[in-house]
């Protein structure tokens, strides 16, 4: 039998009905009586659906009328159609598992058509499961939460109110900045299902940054997150929510990066969100989270090791058959983490034994292979069971699985140590590398072409310290670092020497980027030549041997060219090239030339730009 579709269909909207508030025009004597009787009805049917079923029911909100069909012949459907009260029930069933997500909405949905028409024939409510909610938009749907933010809140435990902050502030962040925004997601305790009415609002933007050419990323970062967190307070405004809007924004170059990092607050942000706008980017990455194709952070190897914990703690309290699925998964669970902290991503369940010993056993022989011996038998046995080969497991085999469990979870927890011990030790020449990497191209970019690795301090603190260029808590960082690979040399570095190191690292790499990305920027602008001509605004940018030509750099498709720099200065034959061309010998310009502006090129430009064209010497 084909699935119920439980998804709302959209519908064309009227204004929701009128409120009596000082500004709204005094209503006529019938109207307010009539608006009166209707909040006594709407009172008792959420009295009534509260009383069942509690704190299930997330919210209740009046949807806003059909808008009447103009055929004549409907005209008494129309009129009946007007009569209907149209309401919205949000069942939470996040932690329902006693029935299926069908029979829990026909439930639902047959108590409260019930409930409804008990008070008022004219009431129709309907209902819908939060996690239907979220899948529509998962599936790029975005009607139903649209129809929910412009209904009358009957209840709402917090979910309403943010689903219509949201929709409000979304919009008008669509509607100024389309070109850049990639995702909209809402976030936070809201969708963990820990809201309460005080809840802030927690929401993510996502920007795009590939295609800056004005301004730097960060610029580009600071401009438009004080335009899009201003608009979130004029939201709130807007809707009268008196909830803190949260608002995160990411540049997109910067969330890849987090994503790379493994960062927990973004693993969490794509495990939890539910976006209410995405371009593709999102969503994709949410799923590659899910299928384990994304490096897992330490939160979700701490998440898979927790579960095997859990899991034992579980089993003692329920039924045998469900015992053994949960002995199953607190072995294999923790030994797919050990994997990942490992390096690796994790196997299939029937893989992992193999994994484990190989790695753990032969290879680093940090495991005794009793241990795999453990997993392999419990793989053996689910599998045993999946195929009907063993129908059930007595008491005794339950205590034996269980006994083992608990065995293994606490070997495989000194595992644990020993992995991150080899990790944490390896860490730290890998993050010296990258500061004397980065330090040395600063150094290049102040004049400095070779530094050796003993240098390095009282250069960067002469350079750029003295200098006011850089920060001097910096030189602090810097000394931790190289303080912590001399003692890993030495074999004397202890956990506090890598905490040290690594607290300071993250911020000193991230300004020394930045600062190499400014300066690159300004070394940048020196070998540009900008014109005009007629109405249009042209460039010359000069990159060592080779120019390239940009005919009107306010064009959506940009015309590029390129030639060769002759001896003299001049052009040669002008070239037609892709942005991709352009952009690419960008990225290889380690360090943009001071350009030389000779006298022949002058005479290029008018061949390019036309007789009439003119120099800009300050823009």
Request: hydrophobic share 40%.
């Amino acid at each position: 039998m084909a699935k119920k579709d439980k998804t709302l269909k959209p519908k064309h909207l009227k204004a929701v009905l009128p409120q009596n508030t000082p500004s709204a025009p005094i209503l006529p004597p019938e109207l307010e009586k009539k608006l009166t009787a209707l909040k006594e009805k709407l009172d008792q049917f959420k009295q009534q659906v509260i009383e069942k079923f509690g704190d299930y029911i997330v919210g209740i909100t009046l949807l806003p009328p059909e808008k009447p069909h103009p055929s004549p012949e409907q005209k008494e459907e129309d009129k009946s159609k007007e009569e209907k009260i149209e309401l919205l029930v949000v069942v939470d069933d996040t932690t329902s598992t006693k029935m299926s997500k069908d029979e829990l909405h026909t439930k639902f949905s047959t108590i409260v058509t019930k409930i409804g028409e008990d008070i008022d024939k004219k009431l129709h409510p309907q209902s819908i499961l939060l996690t239907d909610l979220w899948q529509n938009c998962y599936d790029g749907k975005y009607d139903l939460s649209r129809l929910i933010s412009l209904g009358a809140p009957v209840h709402d435990l917090g979910m309403l109110a943010a689903i219509k902050v949201a929709e409000v502030h979304k919009n008008m962040v669509i509607k100024k900045f389309e070109k850049y925004i990639m995702s909209y997601v809402l976030a936070g305790s809201l969708v963990q299902g820990k809201a309460t009415h005080e809840s802030d609002i927690d929401v993510w933007i996502v920007i795009d940054d590939t295609d800056v050419k004005k301004m730097t990323r960060a610029e580009l970062k600071d401009k438009l997150r004080a335009i899009i967190i201003g608009m979130g307070v004029e939201a709130g405004e807007i809707t009268g929510i008196k909830n803190k809007l949260n608002i995160q924004v990411y540049i997109l170059t910067d969330f890849w990066d987090s994503l790379k990092e493994a960062n927990p607050i973004i693993f969490t942000l794509l495990r939890d969100g539910v976006p209410f706008y995405d371009r593709g980017i999102f969503m994709p990455w949410k799923q590659l989270l899910r299928m384990g194709r994304i490096k897992p952070s330490r939160e979700a190897i701490d998440l898979f090791m927790s579960t095997g914990e859990q899991s034992v703690s579980r089993i003692k309290l329920r039924l045998k058959d469900m015992g053994m699925e949960d002995t199953f998964y607190a072995i294999l669970t923790p030994s797919q983490a050990a994997i990942m902290l490992y390096g690796l991503p994790p196997p299939t369940p029937r893989e992992t034994p193999e994994v484990m010993e190989e790695i753990f056993v032969k290879k680093e022989k940090l495991l005794e292979k009793e241990y795999v011996d453990i997993l392999r038998r419990n793989v053996e046995l689910r599998k045993k069971i999946e195929h009907g080969e063993k129908k059930e497991l007595t008491g005794t085999e339950l205590d034996e699985y269980l006994n083992n469990a608990e065995k293994f979870l606490k070997r495989i927890r000194d595992l644990f140590k020993a992995i991150e011990e080899r990790h944490d030790q390896q860490s730290v020449v890998y993050l010296y590398e990258e500061i004397v990497t980065i330090i040395r191209d600063v150094l290049k970019l102040e004049g400095i072409e070779k530094a050796q690795d003993e240098e390095l301090i009282k250069l960067f603190e002469d350079e750029l310290i003295a200098t006011g260029k850089v920060p001097a808590r910096y030189l602090r960082d810097l000394n931790e670092i190289i303080d912590a690979k001399r003692k890993h040399d030495k074999k004397q570095l202890t956990k506090a020497d890598i905490e040290k190191a690594r607290k300071g690292s993250s911020g000193l790499i991230r300004f020394m980027v930045e600062y190499m990305q400014r300066k690159r920027g300004q070394e940048l602008e020196r070998a540009k030549i900008r014109v005009k001509h007629g109405e249009k605004y042209g460039e010359v940018i000069l990159m060592d041997k080779t120019a390239f030509v940009i005919h009107d750099i306010d064009a959506q498709e940009k015309k590029i060219e390129k030639a060769v720099i002759n001896d003299d200065g001049s052009l040669g034959t002008l070239e037609e090239c892709t942005l991709e061309d352009f952009e690419k010998a960008l990225a290889t310009l380690k360090f943009p030339p001071r350009a030389f502006i000779k006298e022949p090129i002058f005479d290029d430009l008018k061949k390019v730009f036309g007789k009439d064209v003119e120099v800009l010497l300050s823009y």
